[in-house]
């Protein structure tokens, strides 16, 4: 693919930093308003924590209401233990949300039948409806979910190898814990299939991967640039990840 591939739709909004849960929670809260069962696709890591805390705060008093929202997850530890991406979204989202199991599609993690587990996943979220809003944050490879670089635009749910370099990002999470080789992500070919793609952005150090996501060649080598090809995508950055823009 080459640079001069015509743009698609990416609509960027950006905010002061203070100003980034606010901007990413009024695009939830539109699509929940258009639908109160919404299929959200949420990530882990620190990029949505803001979001996350606007939300809960907003349905906390009554502005938004999430109580038919339905979750699906982006990705997740292959073999997950104690260190695990459910168990993450629980503690910053899902519980205090009031979603509960019948309103969440896991991430498979268990190794055994994994391939299986992960077709069966795609095909739970079809009998959803497919996802209505896929939020995702930008890996510093330019990776989405753990479609690390590499990943084609027609991959499908499974699992990876993960870089270097993300487990050492991954390890902030969990200080002083091993973080698994592998994980399980959802492919990018359902990915670009989400009605409306929310790709969070913050933070100066992410200045250089957004400016090759939004303006550089569409190519696996930056998986997130794959984003320019799908119909409905909005970037919300704040000042900081916009500054090469
Ligand atoms: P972060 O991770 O939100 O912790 O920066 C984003 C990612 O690597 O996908």
Request: net charge neutral.
């Amino acid at each position: 693919m080459s640079a001069a591939e015509p743009l698609a739709s990416p609509r960027l909004v950006v905010v002061p930093a203070a100003g980034f849960g606010a901007a990413a929670a009024d695009l939830v809260a539109q699509t929940l308003a258009a639908r109160g069962d919404a299929v959200l696709g949420l990530p882990t890591g620190n990029t949505p924590i803001p979001l996350y805390q606007e939300l809960l705060r907003r349905a906390a008093a009554g502005e938004a209401n999430l109580s038919r929202a339905r979750v699906a997850m982006l990705d997740e530890y292959l073999d997950a233990g104690t260190v695990s991406f459910r168990g993450w979204l629980e503690d910053h989202f899902l519980r205090a949300a009031g979603v509960g199991p019948e309103r969440l599609l896991a991430m498979p993690s268990r190794p055994e039948n994994i391939a299986a587990a992960c077709v069966h996943y795609e095909e739970q979220l079809a009998a959803w409806g497919g996802c209505d809003l896929q939020l995702l944050g930008l890996g510093h490879n330019g990776h989405i979910g753990f479609n690390e670089p590499g990943s084609e635009a027609d991959s499908r749910t499974r699992v990876v190898r993960l870089s270097e370099q993300t487990r050492r990002a991954n390890e902030e999470y969990w200080p002083g814990r091993e973080i698994p080789a592998r994980g399980v992500t959802t492919g990018l070919a359902l990915l670009l299939a989400a009605r409306r793609i929310l790709l969070l952005v913050r933070g100066e150090d992410k200045a250089a991967i957004l400016e090759r996501t939004l303006r550089g060649p569409i190519s696996s080598a930056v998986p997130a640039s794959f984003l320019r090809r799908a119909a409905d995508v909005w970037v919300v950055a704040d000042e900081a990840a916009a500054g090469r823009l």
